[in-house]
């Protein structure tokens, strides 16, 4: 009987739908287990066969567990709102809603045809309102919570109503945009609208003024992964530099926490560290250098507060709110055409261009230690969101300080009197001087640094600062609130409108969701409104609580809503709690669902989100978990991060001013072009010459010269991309050589955390090896079945449990690409031996069964079961089947390795020498010679010294 894969896997693909065997309940009676892929977002182009290589390894892993006894939840589901989505409605004139549709039916079918063990019964869509219903909820509860820094936690925003009430804002102690400071009575005699601007410096949800990166030909904010060299990844755009008013998520206040739970989460060091460096804790101090006009003070904040006597100058970032009060008329016009110069530089590039730019403001301020003027600069180099967005510079002791005073010739005072001073002086990588200790020998009133190591000096400095009033000493986080705003239509609605005098009230929650409306078009309106400010039926009735038509707007009951909508991280933001409970219309997950789940054990996803969907996943979970909707702080215990599949691209090699191509071992003797070419029309790195005819019009006359009958294309690794035609589509893997052989063969391209290139020249191998197992089960007369009931032998037990030990120990540390090589081993091991016996193969299948579930359904079925092979026990490994009784010994003369010799285990080491010895191939190379020394390496060599 021949190994039909199509048949096969369209029949289970089927039947798994039809018994509904993904589906998965709160079960008490066994141990939950949660596993879960990073949100994909469907692109129109569908998956190539990179993407599914978390999935593949997520979906093994979650069969494992199941097969261990475990109730496994295993989702999938759709971040479906998004930019690429509305770009492509604006150039086609559809709604991006069909659009979006059409691609996650592409999506489903693609996924289906790899058979993964998804819920799909439990499937989200963060543009369906039943799921956004639930994003809004959340904003809402932000909108109307503050962070309390004494009990680290949220609290309703009307506990901070009372403080203020009964004692204005002392002992309040919360996170916030200002510190503020007022009486009860000063409050009390505040207008409603005062109040409300007063609590927005305060809300976890707020309206502020922020800087973001502004497209105006896409009219819409973007995201920092969304912009490179200063043009938007989505059509190339020029993106400047703006502060805008927008809402934003209060993430700094979580700054600690999000620190201290990274303590609690099996994730890669490496990860770890790159959270730990965004969100950047500093301890130092605060200061107030005092303007030389005495008109105000500017706050700085640093680290190193004992090299404040080496303050040569000051540096303001360009969007600081110092810079429009401290530029001077005589320098207005240089300051002005700089700031439009660095406009369009996002903060990462500026962070990683050490180019120095900068221009002199006019104003100077007063070291308040050793009463010097300084001159105040301002440069890209420092950046608005860290500290105060001005620095005190120490070019003697900062290198890129340094670089900026060399460059505009600027003094350079060391500490340290007779220290070295120049561009070897510093340590690149640390951005300090190199063997030169860093503490002033100066003194300033009570202040006296002599003698003192760097740590004392810093201590010190900082005490006098704050005992002298002079600053405060202060903890700060590289950690910006998020930016939540987005000027497009595709979009979560903010369930928000704008009082009579312009402040934001929330909809009561039980009118949610608030959805989306018609428009014309998806383009900003022509006064540069969003989107929204095309919907005709967008304001919302008070009274009646509901949407109602825009031309009814009075400002007393009925008021304009919103035209903002929310950026993609909304909705990818809790989606795995969402999953825990998908279709409950009460609560975004129940108490009893999230108790039974809790949270995510094994998350799977690429590395690029590791600043950005981590941190806002873990920032809102604990939010959640502050107003008791999740039970669990963490989200995702465990966290693996796949490699990336390359392109293998293929050449052809065109001989210039012809439409001639030459093979590639030909093509030294010819003046050639390379030019890519589509791998689906190569094979092992033959070009099907009538393929490449069709492929292209402009080749429709192509000639070869050929090698050995053959046109051989060259070959490179790159980035997989249509525009070098090395995109591989999933399907075209599975119609050729089914799911069971693609899930296989990406497993086996190497370790899973490490990024390898797709090569379909070794797929074969893993197609012969699936076809040979079948033939394994149908091993009768003419392929009929051939399983037996008979007793199997000690090595054939032998070659199984190997095999258990092995993939166990495997999948439990992701080491899939071994497990592959390990099934080989044992199928050639029992082919060897002509195994048969049903003790052997069955458990053989439910250890396959996760990485080539279709053939193992297959064959289970075919043993004579009735359930599906997803319920089966996972075999436990016998390590007495294990133990060796024979050794394999290389048999060495001089050294020299001769022949083997295989030895019962338990031989003393006489019975080997004589075993070695009196072997028929040992008189040949011993001869009439004695030997001097017999030198035994247990169970490896002997080494008989002539």
């Given amino acids: 009987m021949d190994y039909t894969f199509r048949e096969i896997e369209k029949k289970w693909r089927e039947r798994w739908i039809a018994d509904k065997t993904y589906e998965v309940h709160e079960d008490h009676a066994r141990p939950k287990y949660y596993v879960l892929d990073m949100f994909p977002y469907p692109s129109g182009a569908g998956l190539h066969v990179g993407h599914p290589l978390g999935y593949i390894a997520s979906d093994i892993y979650a069969r494992y567990k199941r097969l261990c006894g475990f109730n496994v939840l295993h989702p999938m589901g759709y971040d479906a709102y998004g930019l690429p989505a509305e770009q492509y409605a604006i150039q086609t004139g559809q709604h991006p809603e069909v659009t979006t549709v059409n691609n996650i039916n592409r999506y489903r079918e693609q996924l289906d045809k790899i058979g993964f063990s998804f819920d799909w019964s439990r499937e989200v869509r963060t543009c369906e309102p039943t799921y956004y219903h639930w994003t809004q909820w959340a904003f809402l509860r932000m909108f109307g919570s503050y962070y309390c820094n004494i009990g680290q936690h949220a609290q309703p925003i009307e506990k901070l109503i009372a403080a203020f009430e009964a004692n204005g804002t002392e002992g309040v102690n919360a996170a916030c945009t200002e510190e503020l400071s007022f009486t009860a009575a000063e409050w009390q005699a505040m207008s409603e609208r005062e109040r409300q601007q007063t609590l927005m410096n305060y809300r976890l949800a707020y309206l502020g003024d922020t800087m973001v990166n502004w497209c105006p030909q896409l009219g819409t904010v973007l995201a920092n992964?969304?912009?490179?060299?200063?043009?938007?990844?989505r059509g190339g755009y020029p993106v400047e530099q703006k502060v805008m008013r927008q809402w934003c998520l209060r993430v700094s206040a979580y700054a600690q926490r999000l620190l201290d739970g990274l303590d609690t989460l099996d994730w890669s060091d490496s990860l770890k560290e790159t959270q730990r460096n965004w969100i950047g804790r500093s301890e130092g101090a605060e200061m107030l250098f005092p303007l030389a006009d005495g008109s105000e003070s500017l706050k700085i904040f640093t680290t190193r507060a004992d090299t404040v006597f080496g303050v040569t100058f000051m540096v303001l970032a360009p969007e600081s709110e110092y810079v429009g009060r401290l530029t001077t008329d005589a320098q207005r016009a240089d300051v002005e055409a700089y700031l439009e110069a660095v406009k369009r530089r996002t903060e990462r590039e500026r962070i990683a261009d050490h180019k120095v730019t900068g221009?002199?403001?006019?104003?100077?301020?007063?070291?308040?230690?050793?009463?010097?003027?300084?001159?105040?600069?301002?440069?890209?180099?420092?950046?608005?969101?860290?500290?105060?967005?001005?620095?005190?510079?120490?070019?003697?002791?900062?290198?890129?300080d340094y670089a900026f005073a060399r460059h505009f010739n600027l003094p350079i005072v060391p500490l340290i009197e007779g220290c070295d001073v120049s561009e070897e002086s510093f340590d690149a990588k640390e951005g300090r001087m190199i063997n030169s200790p860093m503490a002033g020998r100066e003194r300033a009133g009570g202040l006296v640094l002599n003698g003192m190591d760097v740590p004392e000096a810093i201590a010190a400095t900082k005490r006098?600062?704050?005992?002298?009033?002079?600053?405060?000493?202060?903890?700060?986080?590289?950690?910006?609130?998020?930016?939540?705003?987005?000027?497009?239509?595709?979009g979560e609605p903010f369930p928000i409108y704008y009082d009579a005098d312009g402040m934001p009230r929330p909809l009561p929650e039980e009118c949610l969701p608030l959805r989306l409306p018609e428009v014309d078009k998806f383009l900003p309106t022509e006064t540069g409104e969003p989107p929204l400010g095309r919907?005709?039926?967008?304001?919302?009735?008070s009274a009646k609580r509901e949407v109602t038509d825009n031309s009814r707007i009075d400002n007393q009951t009925i008021f304009p809503l919103e035209l903002c909508t929310m950026p993609g991280f909304a909705g990818s933001s809790a989606y795995y709690l969402r999953y825990m409970d998908p279709h409950n219309d009460r609560a975004l997950v129940s108490p009893e669902a999230d108790a039974y789940w809790r949270n995510v054990d094994l998350y799977i996803g690429g590395t690029e989100h590791a600043t950005g969907h981590l941190i806002y996943s873990r920032f809102w979970n604990k939010f959640l978990f502050d107003v008791g909707t999740s039970c669990e702080e963490e989200p995702f215990r465990k966290l693996i991060n796949q490699g990336m599949i390359q392109g293998r691209s293929n050449f052809v090699y065109r001989i210039v001013g012809t439409n001639r191509f030459v093979s590639y071992g030909l093509k030294g003797d010819y003046d050639v072009t390379p030019i890519h070419v589509d791998v689906n029309i190569v094979s092992n790195d033959v070009l099907d010459l009538d393929a490449f005819r069709a492929w292209n019009p402009e080749y429709r006359d192509a000639e070869f010269v050929l090698e050995d009958g053959r046109y051989l294309c060259g070959w490179a690794v790159e980035k997989m991309s249509k525009s070098m035609y090395n995109v591989v589509n999933p399907d075209t893997i599975v119609e050729k050589y089914g799911a069971d052989t693609l899930r296989l063969y990406e497993m086996f391209l190497g370790p899973l955390e490490q990024s390898k290139p797709w090569d379909t020249n070794g797929i074969d191998g893993v197609f012969r090896f699936l076809k040979k197992l079948w033939a394994t089960y149908y091993s009768g007369p003419d392929g009929a079945w051939g399983v037996v009931d008979d007793e199997p032998t000690a090595d054939e037990l032998k070659a199984l449990h190997k095999l258990i030990k092995k993939v166990t120990h495997d999948i439990e540390h992701f080491s899939y690409n071994t497990s592959v090589s390990a099934f080989m081993i044992c199928l050639?091991?029992?082919?060897?031996?002509?195994?048969?016996?049903?003790?052997?193969?069955?458990?053989?299948?439910?250890?396959?069964?996760?990485?080539?579930?279709?053939?193992?359904?297959?064959?289970?079925?075919?043993?004579?079961?009735?359930?599906?092979?997803?319920?089966?026990?996972?075999?436990?490994?016998?390590?007495?089947?294990?133990?060796?009784?024979?050794?394999?010994?290389?048999?060495?003369?001089?050294?020299?390795?001769?022949?083997?010799?295989?030895?019962?285990?338990?031989?003393?080491?006489?019975?080997?020498?004589?075993?070695?010895?009196?072997?028929?191939?040992?008189?040949k190379w011993i001869g009439d010679k004695t030997p001097k020394k017999i030198i035994i390496v247990p169970n490896k060599i002997i080494n008989i010294v002539l």
């Fill in 535 to 541: 919907a005709t039926h967008w304001a919302w009735d």
């Fill in 464 to 490: 006098y600062i704050a005992a002298e009033g002079l600053g405060r000493i202060k903890v700060n986080y590289r950690l910006r609130d998020a930016i939540f705003s987005r000027q497009r239509y595709w």
């Fill in 828 to 923: 050639n091991e029992l082919t060897t031996l002509r195994c048969r016996k049903r003790a052997v193969l069955e458990p053989l299948l439910i250890v396959l069964a996760p990485f080539a579930p279709h053939i193992a359904e297959e064959l289970w079925h075919a043993l004579g079961h009735t359930t599906t092979i997803c319920d089966a026990a996972w075999p436990d490994y016998n390590e007495q089947y294990l133990i060796e009784t024979t050794v394999r010994y290389a048999v060495s003369f001089n050294g020299k390795t001769r022949f083997n010799l295989e030895l019962p285990a338990d031989l003393d080491r006489a019975s080997i020498e004589r075993a070695a010895l009196g072997h028929d191939a040992a008189a």
């Fill in 359 to 400: 221009v002199f403001s006019g104003s100077y301020a007063i070291n308040p230690l050793t009463g010097e003027q300084i001159p105040i600069w301002i440069s890209d180099y420092v950046l608005a969101g860290y500290g105060t967005g001005a620095i005190m510079a120490v070019p003697a002791h900062d290198s890129r």
């Fill in 225 to 233: 992964d969304e912009v490179s060299e200063g043009l938007s990844i």
